[in-house]
Structures are given as C-alpha cells and as structure tokens.
C-alpha cells in the first residue's frame, strides 16, 4: 500500500490512478495525516435485503416479541444505494427529543440512558 501526499498526488494523479488501476491501495494523507484511501473500483455496490431476508439469515432462539419488535420499523425507509434517492428521516424534523422517548404503562416518559 502507497502513501501519497496531497501535492504529489495533484502533480501526477494519472500516474497514481494507474496505479489504483493495477490493484494497488494508495493512502491519500494531508500533512502526513491519511484522509483517504483510494482502491479499485469493484463493480459491486452494496446489497439492500429487507428486514423479512435479514431474519432469515439469523435464526436464533425464538423471540415471543418479534413481531412486536418488527412492527416498531420503519418499512416505508428505502434503498439509501439507489442514486437520486433520499432516505426519510425516522424522525420528523422539529420533533422534541422527548416525543420519542418510550413510555412507561402509566403513560410517563421514560429517562433516555446516559451515554
């Protein structure tokens, strides 16, 4: 794996992508600092499985709560891979943090953990 400074890189960036091209990492750095790592383009991108595909590969001991559990989820989120695509926000903006705070069978929001 090469290390490539900033400046070399702007003066001969073809001569390093060909670099990259044969199969070669370069760690791109700033100051000496790595900020980035250039490698081969595969071809592949990222799988999007739904949660029903996810279940499916981690059988486990069986949760009386599973499908308690998977109704909480938000199904209408959407393939964030997919270009010109936003995924929705779970939570709408403007929501106060203790709107999505849990609540307790008497109805009192519950403390959220400390962190």
Known sequence: MAAVGVSALRQD???????????????????????ADLVPHTGTRPTWR???DLAAMFPGAHDPDW????ALVDHGVTDPFERGRRTPSAVPPGTALGDCLPRSAEGVRQQAPDS
């Open 13 to 35: 960036l073809s001569g390093v992508l060909r670099m990259v091209e044969q199969g070669e990492r370069v760690v791109v750095t700033v100051h000496g600092r790595p900020v």
């Open 50 to 52: 739904p949660l029903r």
């Open 67 to 70: 499908h308690q559990d998977t």
